[in-house]
Every structure is written in C-alpha cells, then in structure tokens.
C-alpha cells in the first residue's frame, strides 16, 4: 500500500488516553499537526524489541524516515515515567521543528485529557500493534484489532480504558 492511500484513510484522535495507547501499541503511525496543516509531520513510534519500554521515533523526510530520538514509557501502576530525547545517533539536530515539535507534543499531551482544538493529532487506519491494514469496522474504530488488544504492550494499564 502506498502513503498516498494510508493519507486518505487518516482518522482525528481527540482524547490523550486514545492518542497514548494508540502510540504506544508497537508499530504505530501518526501525523500531527499544530495550527498549520500545510506543516503537517508524520512520525512513527517503534517499540525496541530488547527494551519494551523504549520505542524509537522516526520522521518522515523527503528521502525516507530518519531516526530522530527515543521516547522511554515506563509504567509502575499507578505511576508512570516518560521521557522524550535524542541520542548520539539522532538524524534529526536538536534545532530542527521535527525534532521540537515531538518534544512539545509528547510534553503537552499529558495532564490533559482532551487534545487541544489548535493541535491535530491523526491516526490510519492500520493496527498499531502489528502495523497491518484494519478492515473490520471495530477494529477501525479502536486502532487495533482484537487479537492485537490482548499483546497491546500496555493492555494490563488500559484495561477497560475501551
Ligand atoms: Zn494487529
């Protein structure tokens, strides 16, 4: 499937806690945009496979995706830490909006529960966490399909959030 055909299936998410869990499933694919839809930036958050609480964010560019930074989401019931930063392998200078603007992002979505009006933040239609193609129109609704619910990495934290 091309991006051109993911683009037209995009889907406004409008409360944090959805926005967090769909993030958070692994292999998610997010475009946000704030204020200006023309700068409109799309990211995707891989969780590691050796840390699964380290998910690694990467941008899309004119040539590809680029690494930009580490995002660290560790969940001690009912506390949780989360940090955002680059790494000496970052493709992305600190400078750079594509880096900044998730850095805003990812701080401004917590402590609130309802995502600002001037904030955009857009899902697809594929399963956050295996990344494939959702068809079912319950699925679609949630982001995820049901086998994928069950191995969600944070199903133990939502559960009964949906
Ligand atoms: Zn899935």
Redesign the pocket.
Known sequence: MTENMLESMLIKLSDVTTAVYYMLGGKALITINHHNPEKHLTYRVVQSKKDLSTYFIRVKTKSGYKYVGVLEHAVYKPFYTSLFYRTPKSEIPETDLRYKAFRWFWANLFGKSIIPDSLDVLRYRI??????L?THPKSIKKG??P??AKRHPLADVFKGAF
């Open positions: 399963c956050c966490v295996c990344g494939s959702l995820i399909g086998v994928c």
